[in-house]
């Protein structure tokens, strides 16, 4: 089946722009989860989603940063007045038992 | 709070060589145990995981990984490399309390095969 899907696959923008990144989870799992990967930081727990739950934000580096999944499905990343430092791989995974299944990532540049 | 520790940050082999990668961990609570493997621009593939029972884990591809509660460590083996298997590799634990299931990463080992 379809695995995890993240779009765009890159994207470039400059300093102080808006961007959203979008994930579309395989079908039937119920948790979602996004990661960062930077090469001074590894990879980074950023938020996670359960069902109707509210979501663990507890990773989430700055305010400027928030995610929503509507539906219970395909979910997306906001970074408002991006920096320079938020240049990074961001992961989406998702999960229906404990492991977690990845998609390709998208390659965010800040100029 | 877990941490998990990779203590090669590359590993150079040549092929048909074997590979060993260290992955340590602690926690004060019982874990899950993953390992992923990321091939260039590529995101993360899960290679193989220990949830419970044997832990001794394989996978389809020829690597193993055998969780030691004792030594908290869940390091992984291949007995005979190939230039595909060139990747950087993360070892991954979640603790069994946490119901969210989120994931701390190793800082990844680099396997650079050569012929």
């Known amino acids: ?111 | 709070a877990q941490s998990v520790t990779q203590l090669d940050s590359q590993v150079p082999v040549f092929e048909e060589a074997p590979v060993e990668l260290r992955c340590n961990y602690s926690s004060s609570v019982s874990v899950y145990l993953f390992w992923y493997v990321q091939y260039p621009n590529q995101g993360l593939q899960l290679l193989l995981k220990y949830l419970s029972g044997s832990t001794l884990v394989e996978s389809i591809n020829g690597f193993e990984a055998e969780f030691n509660k004792s030594q908290t460590s869940f390091h992984l083996r291949k007995p005979s490399v190939h230039i595909s298997d060139t990747a950087e590799y993360f070892c991954a634990v979640s603790e069994t309390t946490d119901s969210w299931g989120k994931l701390q990463f190793g800082a990844g080992t680099q396997v650079v095969v050569t012929p």
């Open chain 1, 1 to 111: 089946g379809a695995g995890v899907s993240q779009s765009p696959s890159n994207k470039v923008t400059e300093k102080g722009k808006d961007v959203e990144l979008r994930c579309d989870p395989i079908s039937g799992h119920t948790a979602l989860y996004w990661y960062r990967q930077s090469l001074g930081q590894g990879l980074e727990f950023l938020i996670y989603f359960q069902g109707n739950s509210a979501p663990d934000k507890s990773g989430l580096p700055s305010d400027r940063f928030s995610a929503e999944r509507t539906g219970g499905s395909v979910s997306t990343l906001t970074i408002q007045r991006t920096q320079q430092e938020d240049s990074a791989v961001y992961l989406c995974a998702s999960s229906g038992a404990r492991v977690q299944y990845f998609g390709p990532g998208t390659r965010l540049t800040v100029t």
